[in-house]
């Protein structure tokens, strides 16, 4: 969830641009670590947030392991179970750079909270391949799930109240990077993980 | 989005929005699992009153990929064979409580008439004399990449600016050039049309185009050529004395080529009458953009489908 960084309703600094910095570096040691190297490693930033913050990673795991690991993005909204209740959304790109068939493919999201963009996502997934395994990072899990799924790495935990909002905000699409909690605006409680694509 | 009647109803940004969404559809075409589930659950009928093989197999694809259920109609072995009313067709396939219909029809002005009698989403494949926007979306879309990838246009919003199309042919019977004038003159192209005086549409005169019987004095000012089909099966009479007079004239020859810009690419919208409005080796050229024509076919009507059966809530 996400809104414009001079959004009155986000007023607490949970992560500031160093806490981002070292959570990415973090989540890309803690990677590489799980997975015992880089071998067949497919990153895919999930959008909007998620790719660039994936761009990151990568980026970040080169410099540990000095290798380039292949670099994606997903666009899940044609996926998404609530895609008809809404107006018509705008369609992001999705670019798999390379076959995900017996690839270790690692889903990249700003925020988990319902659960139901990766779910999205895992579907998506099964249009374009079948990897050998499936893995999810997020810079923060803020809880509330919805379905069954759960992150195999964290940036932060941010235990929330359902009508908190939690904005994330990146250098390449925001300007800054910052992670805030602020009282949600008068909307309805979402029951995605983000309210809009861009 | 309600409906695809006019390729006039469009603004600019819902054009580039359209024709963004395709570049993203077309992706989906080269994987192996062609399908996404945007539509599941949508029903779309195409009515097809008029022969068609690529329009009609296009936009089937483009349901099916969508994961829409798509229901093929045509005039011959439905009820409409049986002396049932265009109308009462619709209403009937209505009340079962499908989503959208895809109507090409012979009358001219056919389609817009049917979106009033129906709940349902009505899109334009094609009324008689009159139009056919998502040829036109297609063309955009061809033309487009064209600028973009051959020429190095910068990616912007107004791709067009500065770009000359030529649309030479049949422009009487045809329903193309109505779509396309109308989509040009938003995307703020140059667009001359060209045609015998006898294949020109009587109210040519107040379109935004600039018109011409010369084909040989506009060619080398096109960035786009674009050939028209003579559509025979239209002609209750004779509009021309002879094919060789009508080559000699508008025919996009090989020697005719020579006077293109090195630069310009050829379009034409297909059924292509081979050796008369274009001669086999503009066909096949290398500068030809009919093939890319065809593959952008099924992209940008899947676009379409998804503008205006994708979600809930904007509709008029």
């Given amino acids: ?198 | 989005m309600k409906h695809l009647l006019s390729a006039g109803d469009l603004s600019l940004d819902e054009v580039m929005s359209l024709l963004d969404l395709a570049e993203q559809m077309h992706d989906v075409q080269s994987r192996s699992i062609k399908k996404l589930p945007a539509l599941r659950g949508r029903t779309i009928i195409n009515m097809f009153f008029e022969d068609s093989t690529r329009t009609r197999t296009s936009f089937e694809l483009a349901g099916k990929w969508l994961s829409a259920d798509t229901i093929n109609i045509s005039a011959k072995g439905s009820s409409v064979s049986k002396g049932e009313s265009m109308k009462d067709t619709m209403r009937t396939l209505d009340a079962m409580g499908v989503d959208a219909f895809v109507i090409r029809h012979a009358g001219s002005g056919t389609v817009h008439q049917a979106a009033g009698w129906v709940r349902a989403s009505v899109i334009n494949a094609g009324d008689g004399q009159h139009e056919h926007p998502t040829q036109a979306l297609l063309d955009a879309y061809t033309m487009r990449r064209h600028f973009r990838d051959a020429l190095g246009a910068e990616p912007g919003d107004r791709p067009f600016a500065g770009r000359t199309v030529l649309i030479t042919g049949d422009l009487l019977h045809s329903r193309v050039v109505r779509s396309n004038v109308l989509l040009l003159r938003t995307l703020g192209a140059r667009t001359i049309i060209c045609a015998p005086p006898t294949l020109m549409p009587s109210g040519a005169a107040s379109w935004p185009v600039e018109v011409t019987n010369d084909f040989d004095a506009a060619l080398p000012e096109a960035d786009i050529v674009m050939m028209l089909r003579v559509q025979r099966e239209r002609m209750t009479s004779g509009y021309f004395p002879s094919e060789r007079e009508y080559i000699a004239g508008w025919g996009l020859t090989a020697t005719r080529m020579a006077r293109m810009k090195d630069s310009a690419a050829i379009c034409h919208p297909g059924p292509m009458n081979r050796g008369l409005e274009i001669s086999s080796e503009a066909a096949d050229a290398a500068n030809s953009l009919i093939l890319d024509q065809v593959s952008a076919g099924v992209a940008v009507r899947m676009a379409a489908l998804y503008q205006i059966l994708g979600g809930e809530g904007d509709v008029a």
């Fill in chain 1, 1 to 198: 969830m996400t809104t414009t960084p001079t959004s009155p309703t986000d007023n607490r600094v949970i992560l500031d641009d160093a806490d981002v910095a070292r959570a990415i570096t973090r989540l890309a040691s803690s990677l590489v670590e799980a997975e015992r190297g880089t071998d067949r490693l497919v990153l895919l930033g999930i959008h909007t947030r998620g790719v660039p913050l994936a761009r990151r990673i990568r980026a970040s795991i080169e410099a540990i392991e000095g290798v380039e690991v292949p670099l994606g993005e997903l666009d899940i909204t044609m996926y998404r179970d609530d895609l008809r209740r809404q107006p018509t959304r705008p369609v992001g790109r999705t670019r798999v750079p390379v076959s995900i068939d017996g690839a270790t493919v690692v889903l990249v999201d700003d925020v988990l909270y319902s659960g139901r963009t990766v779910v999205a996502a895992l579907d998506a997934l099964k249009d374009l391949g079948r990897p050998a395994a499936v893995r999810l990072v997020v810079l923060v899990d803020r809880g509330h799930r919805e379905v069954p799924v759960r992150p195999d790495h964290v940036g932060r935990d941010l235990p929330t109240a359902a009508d908190e909002h939690v904005s994330v905000l990146l250098r390449e699409i925001d300007g800054i990077d910052e992670v805030r909690l602020g009282r949600a605006p008068a909307e309805p409680t979402p029951t995605t993980d983000r309210e809009e694509n861009r």
